[in-house]
């Protein structure tokens, strides 16, 4: 299912500012719009992890110095987040890297606490 919408600015864009970036088609021509969405977690919460799952949602790492790190699903269709999950213990717990993988349906991330997690995202519903 693709709807268009793209990650469109990757972890390296600006950590510091707490937002997604969202791009969506504004035309035909190939014009695009880019939606800056705040993380739930607020100022602070340090985005490096982010991947796409078969639904066209994005999933996203949301680092929070000393208090923790949460996986956390947002759909561009509704501009909703959802499905937030606690990772891992509170210090220094960073999620860098995620990957999807779509015959199984799996979220993988890796974190600086030396762990190889994975999620079954696929069924994950917006509920938040």
């Not at 299912?1 to 500012?17: K, L, P």
């Not at 993380?39 to 799952?53: H, K, N, Q, V």
């Not at 499905?83 to 220094?92: H, I, T």
């Amino acid at each position: 299912m693709q709807t268009g919408h793209e990650i469109c600015a990757d972890s390296r864009s600006d950590v510091t500012r707490s937002l997604l970036y969202v791009c969506r088609p504004k035309d035909p021509l190939l014009s695009i719009v880019i939606e800056e969405i705040p993380l739930p977690a607020g100022p602070g919460s340090l985005l490096y992890g982010m991947a796409t799952d078969d639904k066209d949602r994005i999933w996203v790492a949301q680092n929070v110095p000393n208090q923790g790190t949460t996986l956390v699903g947002y759909d561009p269709r509704t501009k909703r987040f959802f499905g937030e999950a606690k990772v891992g213990r509170a210090a220094n717990n960073t999620i860098r890297h995620m990957y999807f993988d779509r015959r199984r349906g799996m979220l993988w991330f890796g974190t600086d606490q030396g762990a190889i997690g994975r999620a079954e995202v696929s069924r994950a519903r917006v509920a938040m």
